[in-house]
T-cell receptor, first 112, second 115 residues
Framework: RKEVEQDPGPFNVPEGATVAFNCTYS??????FFWYRQDCRKEPKLLMS???SGNEDGRFTAQLNRASQYISLLIRDSKLSDSATYLC?????????????FGKGTKLSVKP | GAGVSQSPSNKVTEKGKDVELRCDPI?????LYWYRQRLGQGLEFLIY????????KSGLPSDRFSAERTGESVSTLTIQRTQQEDSAVYLC?????????????FGPGTRLTVT
């Protein structure tokens, strides 16, 4: 089982919709999590950090469920500009790959 | 402040040639990472530097790949005898340190095309 797994999608939603992505992690020692967005042919950019139970920033809400070992990202009132690939990242003390494990990403396409 | 910078932004090379890619991390960031991303694929970890510690080279795909970093400054990724399968975007990222709460920031990448 991969350390960080995401549904690759694509998620195709209309403008204004609410969409949620889940990300599961296998290492129960994971301490922190991040969501990045990556636009086509661009570098990943940090969207949110998640250290405790969750985080909210405007239309974006991230929630962490340690018991079930998953992190979710909720996007409310989707905009066309939200179309991108969303990467989930797990941070582990003493872990491999410099303490950060990336998921493969979930593709979101918001249609008019 | 200045972000992570990479050069060149694009590189086209002939199969068999050597290439050198450069990364300038954010000032004061002790951790530096290299990733490879093939078209339509996820990030592939290559190598990680943390201060003066021995780098984690576990992701380098072959001995044609090597990377160096002097102290906490610039890093170079070298690919010798390039092959067509090396064509990808090479992304560099830096972090303030090793604490897992520190966020990682990416450079714009170098797009390598091997013909």
């Amino acid at each position: 089982r991969k350390e960080v797994e995401q549904d690759p999608g694509p998620f195709n939603v209309p403008e204004g919709a609410t969409v949620a992505f889940n990300c599961t992690y296998s290492n129960s020692a994971s301490q922190s999590f991040f969501w990045y967005r990556q636009d086509c042919r661009k570098e990943p950019k940090l969207l949110m950090s998640v250290y405790s139970s969750g985080n909210e920033d405007g239309r974006f809400t991230a929630q962490l469920n340690r018991a079930s070992q998953y992190i979710s990202l909720l996007i409310r009132d989707s905009k066309l500009s939200d179309s991108a690939t969303y990467l989930c990242v797990g941070g582990n003390y003493g872990g491999s790959q410099g303490n950060l494990i990336f998921g493969k990403g979930t593709k979101l396409s918001v249609k008019p | 402040g200045a972000g992570v910078s990479q050069s060149p932004s694009n590189k086209v090379t002939e199969k068999g040639k050597d290439v050198e890619l450069r990364c300038d991390p954010i000032s004061g960031h002790t951790a530096l990472y290299w990733y490879r991303q093939r078209l339509g694929q996820g990030l592939e970890f290559l190598i990680y530097f943390q201060g003066n510690s021995a780098p984690d080279k576990s992701g380098l795909p072959s001995d044609r790949f090597s990377a160096e970093r002097t102290g906490e400054s610039v890093s170079t990724l070298t690919i010798q005898r390039t092959q067509q399968e090396d064509s990808a975007v090479y992304l560099c990222a830096s972090r303030r340190g090793t604490s897992v709460t520190y966020e990682q920031y990416f450079g714009p990448g170098t797009r390598l095309t091997v013909t």
